[in-house]
C-alpha cells in the first residue's frame, strides 16, 4: 500500500492528504447507529415503517441521512423479520454493504465461509453464531448488489413497550440488522 | 464443519460470536491506507466506486476458485490482500501504475534500514 501510495502521489493523481480525509470520514461515520435509529423509529412509528418497508432510500432520508461515509446512497431495501420469516444478509460476490447505515462491514461479513456457507445452509451457519431459527421459520437469504443493499428490520423484543425511542436504539446491534442475532431486552 | 471459526474466519477462536458494535475495521494501518486510496481516486474523479467493486469480484472469484474447493488446506483469507490486488489490477487496466514501477517501488523501499519510520 505504502509503494502504491508513494508512486500515485509521484504522478499527481492524488495527495496523501485526500487519503489521510477519506479514512477520517469513514472513522467518524464507521458505526450503525444510523441503522439502529431507523429500526427504533420503525417499531415506535407504524407509518414510517409503512415507509421504510414501501421505499427505504426514499425513507430513510426522513433521519437525515442521505448517504455513506464515501458520499455514495445506494438504493436500500429494508426486509422485515415476523414470526414466519427471518431474512439474513450477505454479499456473495465481494462485500457489499448498506455503508450508510451501518459503516464498514465486520470482517466475517467478507469471509469467503460466511459468503458461500449463509446461502447453502443458512439455518446451521446462524446456529454457529449463536441463533436458532425455530424449524416453522422460513429463511430468506438477501444478496447484495451494487444496485441492491438490504437492512434486516429486525422484531422489537417483548417486554419494551415501555421504552422510547432512543433508548431502543441503544439496544440494536449491528448484527441484528444484518439478520446473523436477534435484538435482546435489556 | 461444525466449527463455528469456518464462519468468522481465520484468526483466534470466536466462538458463536456476534462481534460487538464499534469493532475495529481495519486490522492494520495500511489497509486503511488502501481503501483511503480507492475512496480518494474515486473522489478525484479517476474512476468509479463500480469500478473499484467490479474488480474487487473478479479479484475475489480468482481466490474462491483456486482454494474456494478446499477450505482446509487454503491459505488464510485476508480481505484487504484481495482489495489491494484488485486496485493494483484496475490502475494497471487503466494505465495508470504499472506493476513493474510498483514492484521497483516496493523493493526500494523494503530495503530501507530498519526503523526508519519510527
Known amino acids: 500500500a505504502e509503494a502504491l501510495e508513494a508512486l500515485l502521489v509521484e504522478q499527481g493523481l492524488l495527495t496523501s492528504a485526500d487519503v489521510d480525509a477519506v479514512i477520517a470520514r469513514f472513522a467518524e461515520r464507521v458505526g450503525p ?3 439502529a435509529r ?7 412509528d407504524d407509518a414510517f415503517r409503512a415507509r421504510l418497508l414501501a421505499d427505504a432510500t426514499e425513507t430513510v432520508g426522513e433521519l437525515g441521512i442521505k448517504g455513506g461515509p464515501g458520499g455514495e446512497m445506494e438504493k436500500l431495501v429494508v426486509v422485515e423479520n415476523s414470526d414466519a ?3 439474513v444478509v450477505v454479499c456473495t460476490l465481494c462485500s457489499c454493504y448498506p455503508w450508510a447505515l451501518l459503516g464498514l462491514p465486520p470482517r466475517w461479513y467478507k469471509d469467503p465461509a460466511y459468503r458461500s456457507r449463509i446461502v447453502r445452509e443458512p439455518r446451521k ?5 449463536g441463533l ?5 421459520r422460513e429463511i430468506r437469504v438477501w444478496d447484495s448488489s451494487a444496485e441492491v443493499r438490504y437492512l434486516v428490520l429486525p ?5 419494551t413497550s415501555d421504552m422510547d425511542e432512543p433508548e431502543l436504539t441503544a439496544l440494536i446491534e449491528r448484527e441484528a440488522m444484518i439478520g446473523v442475532a436477534e435484538v435482546k431486552a435489556p | 464443519m461444525s466449527d463455528p471459526i469456518s464462519v468468522l474466519g481465520s484468526g483466534p477462536a470466536r466462538a458463536h460470536v456476534p462481534l460487538e458494535n464499534g469493532e475495529v475495521v481495519f486490522e492494520a ?5 488502501v481503501f483511503g486510496l480507492a475512496h480518494a481516486l474515486c473522489d478525484a474523479g479517476l474512476f468509479q466506486w463500480e469500478d473499484v467493486r467490479e474488480a474487487l469480484i473478479a ?4 481466490w474462491d476458485a483456486t482454494h474456494g474447493g478446499q477450505p482446509e488446506s487454503a491459505p488464510a483469507y485476508h480481505y484487504f490482500e484481495r482489495f489491494q490486488c484488485a486496485l493494483e489490477a484496475l490502475l494497471a487496466a487503466r494505465g495508470m501504475t504499472a506493476r513493474s514501477a510498483l514492484e521497483a517501488r516496493a523493493r526500494s523501499l523494503a530495503a530501507r534500514p530498519h526503523g526508519h519510520d519510527h
Open chain 1, 125 to 129: 451457519v446462524l446456529t454457529e453464531f
Open chain 1, 38 to 44: 431507523v429500526v427504533a423509529r420503525a417499531w415506535c
Open chain 1, 155 to 159: 422484531q422489537r423484543p417483548t417486554g
Open chain 1, 85 to 87: 420469516v427471518h431474512n
Open chain 2, 59 to 62: 479479484e475475489i472469484g480468482r
Open chain 1, 132 to 136: 436458532d431459527v425455530a424449524a416453522d
Open chain 1, 33 to 35: 447507529l444510523n441503522g
Open chain 2, 29 to 33: 494501518p495500511w489497509e486503511a491506507r
